[in-house]
């Protein structure tokens, strides 16, 4: 998949084509989705049920361009559970990433005071991340790798716990938003779901996720729905991805019927290699790559410790070149097919 703004979008896949896609970035102007007047979560028309700013994508994520008008209060409201179980899952990523979320703040990983902790603050246009490990053995986060010379130094990921069933539907909700209005009577059944107590789990809720640059986040974002092009249900029906910054995520978008009964027990997981290209006026496009996405599982409405387990950043005290990686919790990762 190739994204590129000003918009233009590509699917190398003869299976699938792209039915919705929205993007945002700095300095392009703001989309709205959506008419007012019935929200397609939950039908309400009272026109006073449409006061707030309803974010397409979560804002904590650095969506600052892409709200939906046919998402009432009420539903906004309830949502923001989804997408702070969503935040907490993968927190680390936001604050090396400097993603100003409300209020233009960067999240702080870990206490100041406690056994680790990751800051990242932006001064200036200026940007600088301290990652501090209090009253822990210095060789549990300081390593050198010989085959590179490379100083190694690792940090958790922190603490904070989600429930990975209201991260699922969070996504779920994005997706939702970009459906078509002819397609929503296709959906009306995980739209409902979206209601649902979070241990009413449906089967192989499984997420893609994959990592552009970590510790620069880009100021874009965008999302697609990409829908099955053949008449076959051995694949699902709908697709969706949502890139955000460092981070891409992806899901299979249950239907009623079309992916068989309901909900489907299909096993087919999201599989996108996804690249957005910046390509500002006058200038060469910057290709943004998205690695091929592991799997998690997200069927569960227990409390868990988050998917990111450790941040993991390389220095070359000769070339003061840098890289960071994400470290996945094993634990979070989906068993094999």
């Keep these: 998949m190739v994204l590129s703004v000003p918009p233009d979008a590509r699917l190398d896949c003869f299976d699938y084509a792209i039915v919705a896609m929205v993007q945002g970035s700095l300095g392009e102007p703001g989309v709205t989705l959506g ?29 600052k361009w892409v709200t ?21 899952s993968m927190g680390a ?37 301290s990652m501090r490990a209090n009253g822990t053995p210095f060789g549990d986060h300081f390593g050198v790798n010989f085959k590179t010379g490379e100083f190694v130094f690792r940090i958790s990921g922190g603490t904070e716990r989600f429930v990975p069933a209201k991260a699922y539907k969070a996504l779920v909700k994005m997706a939702v938003a970009l459906l078509p209005d002819d397609e929503l009577p296709n959906f009306t059944k995980i739209i ?67 992916d068989g009964t309901w909900p489907s027990h299909l096993r087919t997981r999201p599989n996108i290699r996804w690249t957005n290209l910046l390509a500002p006026p006058g200038e060469e496009p910057l290709a943004l790559a998205y690695d091929a996405p592991v799997h998690l599982d997200w069927g569960r409405a227990g409390l868990e410790p988050p998917v990111i387990e450790a941040i993991v950043t390389a220095v070359h005290p000769q070339t003061a ?17």
């Design 35 to 63: 008419t007012k007047g019935r929200c397609r979560f939950c039908g309400e028309t009272d026109p006073r049920a449409f006061r707030n700013v309803a974010h397409t994508l979560p804002e904590a994520f650095g969506n």
């Design 68 to 88: 939906s008008l046919d998402e009432c209060d009420a539903c906004n409201a309830r949502f923001g559970a989804f997408d702070d179980a969503l935040v907490k």
């Design 93 to 129: 990523i936001l604050t090396v990433g400097g993603t100003q979320g409300k209020g233009n703040k960067v999240r702080q990983t870990g206490r100041t005071d406690g056994p680790t902790s990751i800051r990242h603050r932006i001064v200036d246009g200026q940007r600088s991340i």
């Design 192 to 258: 409902a779901w979206l209601g649902s107590p979070d241990d009413d789990l449906l089967p192989h809720m499984v997420v893609g996720i994959s990592f552009s640059i970590i510790g620069n986040s880009p100021p874009l974002l965008a999302a697609a729905l990409l829908r099955r092009a053949s008449v076959s249900r051995d694949t699902p029906y709908m697709l969706f991805v949502t890139t955000m910054g460092s981070v891409c995520l992806q899901i299979v978008l249950k239907a009623n019927a079309l």
């Design 321 to 337: 070149e840098g890289r960071m990686t994400a470290v996945l919790r094993q634990s979070a990762l989906a068993s094999p097919p």
